[in-house]
């Protein structure tokens, strides 16, 4: 258990939710600056190993010429874009 990413309410794992298929949508076709995107989401997205966070160039103002954390989806997160949508198929 040492290690290992819990959820944040209780141990239960529900489905991801259409808010949180709908985000996983928007970094399959760009990665997006973690800040942009509710935290909870975030912590779902990267437990499960949908999305890992990498440096890039920042797209704000306030940071220009900096890096900050971008999500960019994982092969895992493909598959279940994929899966989720042979569902709504």
């Avoid at 794992?13 to 942009?36: F, G, W």
């Avoid at 890096?67 to 949508?85: D, P």
Wanted: glycine share 6%; aromatic share 2%; proline share 8%.
């Amino acid at each position: 258990m040492k290690g290992e990413r819990r959820p944040l309410n209780g141990t239960k794992t529900h489905p991801l939710t259409r808010h949180a298929v709908q985000v996983l949508r928007d970094i399959a076709k760009a990665p997006l600056p973690r800040q942009k995107v509710n935290a909870g989401v975030v912590d779902r997205l990267t437990r499960e190993d949908l999305v890992e966070i990498v440096p890039m160039p920042s797209p704000f103002a306030i940071h220009r010429g900096g890096n900050i954390a971008h999500l960019r989806i994982t092969e895992a997160g493909s598959c279940r874009l994929a899966l989720q949508e042979d569902r709504n198929a």
